[in-house]
C-alpha cells in the first residue's frame, strides 16, 4: 500500500521533467538524477547509472525508457506507467500546440534565434550529463580504451549503435571475468 502513494508523485515529478527539459533525453538525465536520487533517494545513484545504461541500450527514446524503468524500480507496473505517462504528456501536448503555429512563425527571425540559443542550452545539458556519468564509471586502462573505440565505432566511422553495444557489454563481460579469474589465484 504505501508503494501507491508514491504514484502521484512520480507522476507529477516526471511531469515536471518532461514539461520543464528541451532538448530530449540526454538533457533529461541530470534533472532525472536530482530528481530521484538527491531530491526524493528513490534510487541509489549506481542503480540510476544501471538504468541509464539499459534505457540506452534499448529501443526508444531514452528520456522514455529511463522513466519507465525507474518508474518501474520505485513502484512496479503502475509506477512505470505513470513516470512514462508523465515524461510524454507535456511533449505530447506541446508538440500538438506547436506543431499548429510553426508554419505560421517558422520565418520569423526572432524564432530562428530564440530556437539557436536553446540548442546551445541542450548542449550544455548533455555535457554536464556526461560528465556525472563519467565521474561514476571505472577508472582502468579497459574502460578508458572501451569508451575510446566505441566513440570511433559509432562517432567517428558510424557504426549502429546496436553492435557498439553488444561489443561493449561482451568486452566487459570477459575483463570482469578474466579480473575474477585473476583475483581467485
Not at 512505470?80 to 506547436?98: E, K, M, N, Q, R
Amino acid at each position: 500500500m504505501k508503494q501507491t502513494k508514491k504514484l502521484p508523485a512520480l507522476f507529477l515529478t516526471f511531469l515536471r521533467i518532461g514539461a520543464f527539459t528541451f532538448g530530449g533525453g540526454y538533457a533529461m538525465i541530470p534533472l532525472i538524477q536530482r530528481e530521484i536520487t538527491e531530491k526524493r533517494k528513490w534510487l541509489l545513484e549506481e542503480d540510476l547509472l544501471d538504468i541509464i545504461a539499459i534505457a540506452e541500450s534499448t529501443p526508444g527514446p531514452i528520456a522514455i525508457n529511463t522513466a519507465t524503468f525507474v518508474g518501474y524500480r520505485v513502484c512496479g507496473f503502475a509506477g512505470a506507467l505513470c513516470a512514462t505517462l508523465g515524461v510524454v504528456l507535456p511533449s505530447f501536448l506541446i508538440l500538438l500546440a506547436v506543431s499548429a503555429l510553426l508554419r505560421t512563425f517558422a520565418e520569423v527571425r526572432a524564432i530562428s534565434y530564440a530556437f539557436r540559443g536553446i540548442r546551445a542550452g541542450v548542449l550544455a545539458l548533455i555535457v554536464r550529463a556526461l560528465w556525472s556519468m563519467y565521474k561514476q564509471c571505472p577508472k582502468n586502462p579497459a574502460a578508458y580504451f572501451l569508451m575510446g573505440a566505441s566513440f570511433l565505432c559509432a562517432g567517428v566511422f558510424s557504426f549502429s549503435v546496436l553492435p557498439v553495444l553488444i561489443g561493449c557489454a561482451l568486452f566487459g563481460l570477459i575483463c570482469t571475468l578474466v579480473r575474477e579469474r585473476r583475483e581467485k589465484r
